[in-house]
């Protein structure tokens, strides 16, 4: 087949065409499958919290429309596959002198050295006792939401409701009294905490891509700054 000038010249102009529609295809495609949030990266435990919490994005609060705590799955679910729903592997983790209900994973009594007051704190399984202990989430899921969570798949809000690194076995009031608060607004009374406390946030907030508002980036900056080799905890 004899191809004229024009034909070539056409012939030529797609080629490229078709070459730019395939990137383009590609591009939109790795987009659709990203998760959003997914440009975070998971610090190493030798990075300095400073150093991280600088890394992290500035941004206003977003409303808190449509945020409850079934978009972040269901409660204490036992996603490492262990057989122990998240609750019992954090007191399991966190408490002492641990004595289980016989048979299972399920604390039944224990000893907790309080991060966040500084007091030793008896543990018993009752109705009337159990929420003397409490498990709190460092980053609030209320917080989370408003900071990008949003718009994140439930499987990933699933992860974080129930990722090690979020958890922590505390005073059930105090735990009460913090709420949704960052840490513009709330601080552990322990201030021989706050420095580890607020590593954990950056950790937790680098992780899964969750922002910062100036005011709360200028709390934990300030907390930070007293303990500049502070590391990320990684768990």
């Known amino acids: 087949m004899v191809l004229t000038g024009g034909a070539r010249q056409d012939r030529g102009m797609r080629i490229p065409r078709l070459l730019a529609l395939a990137v ?37 609060r977003a409303p808190k429309t449509g945020y409850t705590r079934a978009q972040f799955g269901a409660a204490w679910k036992d996603v490492d596959g262990n057989g122990c729903d998240t609750r019992n592997d954090i007191l399991k983790r966190d408490l002492t002198g641990i ?22 704190i008896p543990f018993e399984r009752g109705v009337a006792t159990s929420s003397d202990v409490q498990i709190d989430h460092v980053v609030a899921l209320s917080d989370a939401w408003q900071k990008g969570a949003f718009a994140w798949t439930v499987a990933k809000r699933t992860n974080l409701a129930n990722d090690p690194l ?8 105090l735990n009460g ?26 950790a937790v907030k680098s992780k899964y ?12 900056a300030k907390i930070l700054a007293t303990c500049p080799n502070q590391l990320i905890p990684s768990a």
Do not use: F, H
Not at 104 to 114: I, K, Q, Y
Not at 166 to 173: I, T, Y
């Open 99 to 120: 004595i289980y209900k016989s048979g299972s994973c399920v604390v039944a009594t224990g000893t907790l050295n309080d991060p966040y007051s500084g007091k030793i």
């Open 209 to 220: 891509g969750i922002w910062v508002t100036q005011a709360e980036k200028d709390a934990i």
């Open 177 to 202: 009294q913090k709420s949704d608060g960052d840490a513009a607004t709330w601080l552990p009374p322990n201030k021989a905490y706050r420095c580890p406390y607020v590593a954990r946030q950056v």
């Open 166 to 173: 979020e958890l922590l076995a505390v005073d059930g009031p």
């Open 24 to 60: 383009a295809a590609t591009l939109v495609a790795g987009i659709a499958n990203a998760t959003p949030g997914e440009a975070a990266t998971k610090p190493k435990k030798s990075d300095t919290a400073m150093s991280v919490l600088n890394t992290l994005a500035v941004k206003g």
